[in-house]
Each structure stands twice: as structure tokens, then as C-alpha cells.
């Protein structure tokens, strides 16, 4: 519910919080996303075209879109069990746009071929690697890198990519021509 911690009122986060509460839900140990954005980025380019009436190679968009959200995805795993000796649970936000929705099951699809298994939510939100510390006990963005030490990485909030947008530019003018204009 990033939103809600980003924009939303107050009372609406204290009511999320309890509501979670309540049903027994814990905080959850979640490392930055670093997919964040990416999802919603390209959805707006796609609906840029599209709203000017532009083909788009969904086939080809479908599989940068995958390639582009799974990359980030596999370099937090990877830091985490290097870090911890095993890969925690892990909860991948996507956004709620059109290409989310036409590309979620290309992307599971892919998650578990590369040997990802999907679990219920309870038990992704229940992992007992939570963080004591987290503001408002809802978030746990910062639990590595005060554990660790390790510089943090830069959050981009509210739904911006910030300096990765040149990187997924580059990938999508080499794999989709055309595609920004």
C-alpha cells in the first residue's frame, strides 16, 4: 500500500494499519524495490502511443516489459541471500495499469521458470524477518542497509524510475524502434 504512505491521509494509513492488525498481519521485511516504477513508466509510454493511435509490437513489449521487471527482481535476490544465507520471501508490487494486467501472467510465467515459487500473501506478509524499527511498523525499506551498513539505495517516490529511466530507454529504443517518441 505504498500509496497510502506516499499521498494518503493520515487517518486512512492508521485505518490500513489497524485493519492489517486486526486480521494479524505483521510488518514485513521488503528491500527496496527496484522494479518500482518501471512497470508504470512504460505503461504511460504505451499509453502515449496508443492514444495517438500508434501500433505497438505487443509481442516484443511484452517480453521487455517481463525481461525489464524480472531484472531488478533477481539482483534484490540475489544481494539477499548473499546477505542472509537464503532467499527471504519477497513481495513483487506491480502498479494497476493495462500492461500489468496483460503482461502479469507472462511475468509469473517466467518467475517460476526460473524456479521462483508463489505463495499466499499471508505468508509473504507473515515472514519472520520483520523489522522492529519500521516508521508507523507498515514499511521495512531501510532494514538492510541499517543492519548492514551498506549505503542505501535511492527510493523514487511517488512512482518515478529517477535515474534508471535512461537504462530502460536505452532497452526499449534497442528492442521495440519506435516505441518513444
Known amino acids: 500500500f505504498s500509496t497510502l504512505h506516499e499521498t494518503g491521509a493520515i487517518g486512512i494509513q492508521r485505518g490500513l494499519a489497524d485493519f492489517l492488525s486486526e486480521r494479524g498481519y505483521k510488518p514485513a521485511f ?3 524495490n527496484n522494479a518500482r516504477g518501471i512497470d508504470n513508466y512504460i505503461d504511460q509510454l504505451y499509453q502515449k502511443k496508443i492514444s495517438k493511435n500508434r501500433p505497438v509490437n505487443m509481442s516484443a513489449l511484452e517480453q521487455v516489459y517481463v ?18 544465507g537464503y532467499s527471504p ?3 513483487l ?4 495499469n493495462d500492461l500489468a494486467a496483460y503482461f502479469v501472467v507472462a511475468l509469473v510465467d ?7 515459487t508463489m505463495i499466499r ?10 523489522n522492529p524499527i519500521a516508521m508507523g511498523g507498515w514499511g521495512a ?6 543492519l548492514t551498513g551498506l549505503p542505501e539505495q535511492p527510493v523514487a517516490y511517488p512512482r518515478l524510475i529517477g535515474n534508471r529511466k535512461a537504462d530502460i530507454d536505452r532497452v526499449l ?5 519506435g516505441f518513444i517518441e
Request: glycine letters at 8%; proline letters at 5%; hydrophobic letters at 40%.
Open 30 to 32: 521488503t528491500g527496496f
Open 67 to 84: 525481461e525489464l521487471m524480472l531484472q531488478p527482481l533477481q539482483r534484490q535476490d540475489e544481494y539477499l541471500f548473499n546477505m542472509l
Open 89 to 91: 520471501r519477497q513481495v
Open 93 to 96: 508490487v506491480i502498479q494497476e
Open 110 to 116: 517466467e518467475l517460476v521458470a526460473r524456479g521462483w
Open 121 to 130: 500473501a499471508e505468508t509473504a506478509m507473515n515472514d519472520p524477518i520483520v
Open 141 to 146: 525499506n531501510g532494514y538492510l542497509h541499517g
Open 173 to 177: 529504443q534497442q528492442r521495440i524502434p
